[in-house]
């Protein structure tokens, strides 16, 4: 699967809606927060950061396209840990460990019998 490097205008909607906090009137008249949204994952970001329409529509593609690498990292990270979990339960055990659990088992077993041949 190839990594996602640009967004395709077609999966994506555009929300805008009026900001709030510092820019004074313009942020009061002007629609100049944007909402977008990444429709085969419903992910969305909102950006209110600028006071510029068109720099919110920037800044929310670019943390969109963020937000979209960092789950497809997650994903390839989880295919790979769940990978090499699954090798590791599957390998075979080391012969020298074998035989240390052999010995700590021998051991034992003779513990138990020495307490069993108790005489009076």
Known sequence: MKPITQLNDAELEEIF???SGPGGQNVNKVSTRVTLR???TNIAVTVQDSRSQAMNRQLARERLLAA???RERRA???ARHNREKLRRQNAK???SVKNRMLDSKRHRSQRKNDRRRVSD
Request: aromatic share 0%; charged share 15%.
């Open 17 to 19: 809606s009026r900001s």
């Open 38 to 40: 990444h429709v085969p």
């Open 68 to 70: 979209l690498q960092q």
């Open 76 to 78: 390839a990270q989880t």
């Open 93 to 95: 055990r080391p012969q």
